[in-house]
C-alpha cells in the first residue's frame, strides 16, 4: 500500500516554457492574405498548438494516412512555441549552462493515458518514472506538520503509522473508488468508443454524474472515507494537482489528482510528443486569431496576423475566454465564463540539504520530508492558511546545493524564502499560469459542437483537465468533423470493421 500511496500523492510537475523557433515550421508574423482557389482542397484550421490543438492535427493526419482523407491543416499559434500550458522545457541554474539542467515543466502523465503512452513509444522518445518517495511526504497546515512519512527503507514504519492516524478502511476505500474511476476511463480507448456531442452526455455513459455533480470531500464521505484522511492525504493530492481544496473541486478531478500510478514524462519535455503530433500539418507561430465568422454555406472565415482564410472547419483548441477571439454572439453565449486557477511556481536553490526544522516550529533534529503537501483544514478552523500548495526538493545542481520547487497562489516573496531557508537562497525564477480550470461540483458544461464545421476541444476541461484528455477531447471531436465533412471517422467510414481489436492494450485511433 505504502509505495502506491505514495506514487499516488506525487506532486504534478509544473509546465514552465521557454520560447524556442522549431526550423521546420513557419514563423509567421508577416501579413499576408491567402485565398485558396475555389477549386483547392479542403481545408481545416486549428487554434492553438498545445496538447488540444497538436493532437487534433495528428487525428487528421491518421485520417490522411488511411483512408486518404484529403484536406490541409493550418495550426494557427500565438506563441513562438509548441505546447501551450503543457510545455515544458529545461533551465540552467543561474543560466549557467555548465550545471546540469533543471527540469522545469516535466508534466506528468501516467500509464493509463494510453494516448501520451503510445506517443511516447511510436515516436522513440524516453520515458523518465516519477517514482521519487525515499525522501519522504508530509501534510502541512499552516502551523502543523501534520503527518510525515521518512520514505526509503523506512516503508514498513510508514505504513505502520499511517495505519495509526487513518485506519485501514479509508485508505483502502478511496483506492477502490479510484480504481473504479480508472477502468471506466479506459472504456474511451476501446475499439466500441463512446462518442459524445456533449460532456453531460459522456458523463452519463460513463456513470460519472455523480462524480461530477458533488465535490470530492462529498463524495468520499458518503462512501465512508473518514474526513481526516480527505482532509489531510486526499486534499494534499488535489491541491498540488488542481490548485484546490477536497470540498471545492468535484470528485471526478479529484478521483484524477489520486490516480498517479506509473507518472512519467518525457526525456527533454512532453512538449516533443506534441511536436510529433504535427509534423503533417502547417504550423503558423507568432499568429494570434483574431475572429472566426460563418461565411457562405458550410465555410469559415478566419482572420489572424496573417490575414484572412476561408476553411471547411475550425476547430478551436484554447480556453475561449484566453483566446480573446471574436465569434458570432450566438457562438459566444453558448460557452459559460469559465475561471482558471492562477498558480505561482517558485523554482530556487538552496545550500539547505532539507528543509530547515525551525521553518515548521520542529525541533532541530527533526528530518523534514523533502516533499511537503498542504491541506486546508487548519485554516477551515481558523488557523492560518498553508502559504504555499505544495514544496518539495529536486534533487542536487552541484556538491551542496538542491532545487526546490514551490505552487502556490500567491507570490511567494524573497523575503519569505529566505526566512524558510534561514538565508542559504541562491537562485530564484519565477512563472505564473492560469493553470487548470476552477472545478466545482456541476452538470452543465460547454458544447463540444459550437456550429456546423466549428468545434470545441477545450469543453472537455471543465471535467477533466490534463494532456491526456484534452488529446482524447480532439480525437472525438475530430471523428465527429471527419463524419460530419468527409463521411469517414479517424477509423474509417461508420461500420468500418476494425483490425487488431483483440489486440492487448488496443488504442482507439492508433491501432484502427
Ligand atoms: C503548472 C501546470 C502543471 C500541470 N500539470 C499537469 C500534469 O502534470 N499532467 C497533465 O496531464 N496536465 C497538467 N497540467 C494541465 C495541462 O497542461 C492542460 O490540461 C493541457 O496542457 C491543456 O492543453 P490545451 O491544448 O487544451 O490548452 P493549452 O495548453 O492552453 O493550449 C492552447 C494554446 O492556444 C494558444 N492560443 C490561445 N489563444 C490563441 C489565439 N487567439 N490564436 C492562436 N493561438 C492561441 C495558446 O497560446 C496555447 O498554446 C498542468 C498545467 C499547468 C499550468
Not at 118 to 142: H, I, K, P, S, Y
Not at 229 to 244: M, P
Not at 346 to 367: D, G, H, R, V, Y
Not at 429 to 441: F, H, S
Request: net charge negative; proline share 6%.
Amino acid at each position: 500500500m505504502r509505495t502506491r500511496w505514495l506514487a499516488v500523492l506525487l506532486p504534478v510537475v509544473s509546465g514552465f516554457q521557454l520560447p524556442f523557433k522549431l526550423p521546420f515550421f513557419n514563423q509567421s508574423g508577416q501579413q499576408t492574405l491567402q485565398q485558396p482557389p475555389a477549386d483547392s482542397k479542403p481545408r481545416i484550421a486549428i487554434i492553438g498548438a498545445g496538447a488540444g490543438g497538436s493532437s487534433a492535427a495528428f487525428w487528421i493526419s491518421k485520417a490522411k494516412e488511411r483512408f486518404g482523407v484529403d484536406v490541409e491543416v493550418d495550426v494557427y499559434e500565438k506563441e513562438s512555441y509548441i505546447g501551450g500550458r503543457a510545455c515544458s522545457t529545461t533551465v540552467f541554474p543561474y543560466g549557467n549552462s555548465s550545471l546540469p539542467p533543471v527540469e522545469l515543466g516535466a508534466s506528468i502523465f501516467v500509464k493509463v493515458n494510453k494516448n501520451m503512452w503510445r506517443a511516447a513509444d511510436e515516436f522513440n522518445l524516453t520515458r523518465l518514472n516519477f517514482r521519487d518517495d525515499d525522501q519522504g511526504m508530509g501534510v502541512w497546515d499552516g502551523e502543523k506538520l501534520l503527518f510525515a512519512t521518512t520514505g526509503g527503507w523506512w516503508g514498513w514504519w510508514d505504513n505502520a503509522k499511517a495505519l495509526l492516524r487513518y485506519g485501514f478502511h479509508s485508505p483502502r476505500r478511496t483506492q477502490a473508488l479510484v480504481d473504479t474511476m480508472v477502468n471506466k476511463f479506459q472504456s474511451l480507448y476501446a475499439p466500441e468508443v463512446p462518442r459524445w456531442q456533449n460532456i453531460s452526455h459522456l458523463s452519463s455513459i460513463l456513470g460519472w454524474d455523480e462524480l461530477v455533480s458533488q465535490t470530492t470531500s462529498e463524495y468520499l464521505l458518503s462512501n465512508g472515507v473518514s474526513n481526516k484522511f480527505i482532509s489531510e492525504l486526499v486534499e494534499g493530492a488535489t491541491r498540488v494537482n488542481y490548485g484546490q481544496n477536497a470540498d471545492e473541486l468535484h470528485a471526478l478531478e479529484g478521483a484524477c489528482s489520486l490516480a498517479a500510478t506509473g507518472a512519467s514524462a518525457v526525456e527533454g519535455g512532453n512538449f516533443r510528443i506534441f511536436e510529433n503530433f504535427l509534423k503533417q500539418a502547417n504550423v503558423f507561430l507568432n499568429t494570434s486569431v483574431k475572429s472566426v465568422s460563418q461565411t457562405g454555406t458550410n465555410k469559415w472565415a478566419l482572420e489572424s496576423d496573417r490575414g484572412a482564410e476561408i476553411y471547411t472547419a475550425v476547430i478551436l483548441a484554447a480556453p475561449f475566454h484566453s483566446t480573446q477571439l471574436q465569434v458570432p454572439s450566438d457562438i459566444s453565449s453558448q460557452i459559460p465564463p469559465q475561471p482558471y486557477v492562477h498558480l505561482h511556481v517558485t523554482l530556487l536553490t538552496t545550500t539547505q540539504p532539507s528543509f530547515p526544522a525551525q521553518s515548521f516550529s520542529l525541533p532541530p533534529s527533526t528530518k523534514v520530508p523533502g516533499m511537503l503537501l498542504t491541506t486546508f483544514e487548519g485554516a477551515r478552523n481558523g488557523g492560518k492558511q498553508p502559504e504555499f500548495n505544495s514544496m518539495s526538493y529536486h534533487g542536487l545542481i552541484s556538491e551542496g546545493e538542491w532545487v526546490v520547487k514551490i505552487f502556490s497562489k500567491k507570490r511567494i516573496s524573497d523575503k519569505w524564502l529566505s526566512k524558510m531557508f534561514d538565508g542559504q537562497v541562491g537562485w530564484v525564477l519565477r512563472k505564473e499560469w492560469d493553470a487548470y480550470p476552477v472545478l466545482p461540483p456541476s452538470s452543465e458544461f460547454p458544447p463540444t459542437k459550437l456550429a456546423p464545421g466549428f468545434y470545441y476541444v477545450n469543453s472537455f476541461e471543465p471535467f477533466i483537465s490534463t494532456m491526456e484528455t484534452e488529446a482524447l477531447a480532439s480525437r472525438n471531436v475530430v471523428d465527429m468533423l471527419l463524419h460530419e465533412s468527409f463521411e469517414s471517422g479517424i477509423c474509417g467510414p461508420v461500420g468500418t470493421p476494425l483490425n487488431d481489436t483483440d489486440k492487448e492494450d488496443f488504442v482507439y485511433g492508433w491501432d484502427c
